[in-house]
């Protein structure tokens, strides 16, 4: 994922079907998980944050996968435990979509991460999963399972990213700017889509009209997979 197909697949958008209203996801069950798909191990915490940030100040309708607000990451699954009838059929040709469909941790000490009524499952809990389960998550205050309520929230608190339109598009570097606007209110979304710190020195950011950031405020700088939105 990077600045320039974001911006490529808006603009598409806005010209094959004009004024409608679109549907996105970057997840899905017949797709590996996009925490595995599109960035390095080392940067997948950083990674899920700002992926989450951006999908939600897209316009139109947003889907999250099932663990996805968790930043589930793909399973590997062995072929002896492969559920998919399609692998099944095809193996080697067509890989197992079974890595993005295991068990949902729901409580970190229960048994299968409390899926089902504690017996086995049909597909194995990934090894990193139960430490990201929604119980661990959900109390504590700074994980992407809370910061994506957050974002949530900020959807519905603001005309321009609810219902607004794309005032702007724009590639710099690795930086992402998206500005989105409705009846006079607009709303500047920055994303930092690279591994390394950018410089935003040229962005005349009010420090008190920033909305979100994902990390601590620093004047010229966006941190890597950084973001960094406020109102004008």
């Known amino acids: ?59 139109g309708n947003i889907i999250l996968y099932q663990g996805e607000e968790l930043g589930l990451t793909q399973v590997d699954i062995p072929f002896e435990q492969v559920q998919d009838p399609e692998a099944l059929r095809n193996w080697p040709l067509t890989l197992s979509r079974d890595g993005a469909r295991t068990p949902m941790p729901w409580e970190a000490d229960s048994p299968n991460a409390g899926f089902g009524h504690g017996g086995s499952t049909w597909l194995p809990l990934g090894e990193d999963h139960i430490a990201m389960a929604a119980d661990i998550q959900n109390a504590d205050a700074a994980s992407l399972l809370n910061l994506t309520r957050r974002l949530l929230a900020l959807r519905n608190q603001y005309p321009a990213l609810r219902v607004g339109g ?67």
């Open 1 to 59: 994922m990077t600045p320039d197909l974001i911006c490529s697949s808006l603009a598409k958008w806005e010209e094959k079907a004009g004024t409608g209203w679109p549907t996105w996801a970057f997840e899905n069950h017949d797709a590996p998980r996009a925490v595995s798909r599109w960035t390095k191990p080392e940067n997948r915490t950083r990674f899920a944050r700002m992926k989450m940030a951006l999908i939600m100040m897209l316009r």
């Open 166 to 232: 794309i005032v702007k598009c724009a590639v710099h570097g690795d930086l992402l700017e998206l500005v989105r606007g409705q009846d006079g209110e607009e709303i500047t979304c920055l994303f930092n889509m690279g591994d390394q710190p950018a410089d935003i020195s040229a962005f005349a950011v009010n420090g008190e009209s920033v909305i979100l950031a994902l990390d601590e405020r620093q004047t010229d700088i966006l941190d890597a997979f950084g973001a960094l939105i406020w109102k004008r």
